[in-house]
T-cell receptor
Framework: EAGVTQSPTHLIKTRGQQATLRCSPI?????VYWYQQALGLGLQFLLW???????NRGNFPPRFSGRQFPNYSSELNVNALELEDSALYLC????????????FGPGTRLTVT | AQSVSQHNHHVILSEAASLELGCNYS??????LFWYVQYPGQHLQLLLK??????LVKGIKGFEAEFIKSKFSFNLRKPSVQWSDTAEYFC??????????????FGTGTLLAVQP
């Protein structure tokens, strides 16, 4: 069974630009989650999508947004990039019949210069 | 606010030593509990999970964890560590499963180094 995949692996952007990160969940999983792992801040919940809808949002500004497509894949958009947005962005997925466990992808390393 | 505390930030052990990593959470209601592991160069993997029933749960690679509700704890244990257990370990809680606040709240992680 293929795991969660994310692209790109690395992304380098300049402050003020926009970044788009992509995620494909495990086949059969309907929920996708995004987390930020920044140095010194640990893993922070960003967004949860289920059946194409945003269900929950973490304590992040509106310039962090995303969407989920009909095939359950998802993209995370970060507008007006700031230096502190540099982090590893992790995507996770879970089955609709699960009990809260989430399965993680390898992440996208975003560097803002 | 809900939070997860991992008291050991960096642990160094010799092979064959026993391991116990502490995890405490702050939430009075029903929670689902998880330990994740991140081996060097690899992504986060689910090590074990607790939903209900027997408070002693067994995971992969000989790891186990005990849920003590009265202490709000979910400590990870392994009787005899191996060099290959060198990794970062994260405790996580999902207090909102099934509702609008479904998300994992992670501890800050414990870096385990096992010396051969």
């Amino acid at each position: 069974e293929a795991g969660v995949t994310q692209s790109p692996t690395h992304l380098i952007k300049t402050r003020g630009q926009q970044a788009t990160l992509r995620c494909s969940p495990i086949s059969g999983h309907t929920s996708v989650y995004w987390y930020q792992q920044a140095l010194g801040l640990g893993l922070q919940f960003l967004l949860w999508y289920d059946e194409g809808e945003e269900r929950n949002r973490g304590n992040f500004p509106p310039r962090f947004s995303g969407r989920q497509f009909p095939n359950y894949s998802s993209e995370l958009n970060v507008n007006a990039l700031e230096l502190e947005d540099s982090a590893l962005y992790l995507c996770a997925s879970s089955p609709g019949t699960g009990l809260g466990e989430q399965y993680f992808g390898p992440g996208t390393r975003l560097t803002v210069t | 606010a809900q939070s997860v505390s991992q008291h050991n930030h960096h642990v160094i052990l010799s092979e064959a030593a026993s391991l116990e990593l502490g995890c405490n959470y702050s939430y009075g209601g029903t929670v689902n509990l998880f330990w994740y592991v991140q081996y060097p160069g690899q992504h986060l993997q689910l090590l074990l999970k607790y939903f209900s029933g027997d408070p002693l749960v067994k995971g992969i690679k000989g790891f186990e964890a005990e849920f003590i509700k009265s202490k709000f704890s979910f400590n990870l244990r392994k009787p005899s560590v191996q060099w290959s257990d060198t990794a970062e370990y994260f405790c996580a809680v999902n207090a909102g499963y099934g509702g609008a606040t479904n998300k994992l709240i992670f501890g800050t992680g414990t870096l385990l180094a096992v010396q051969p």
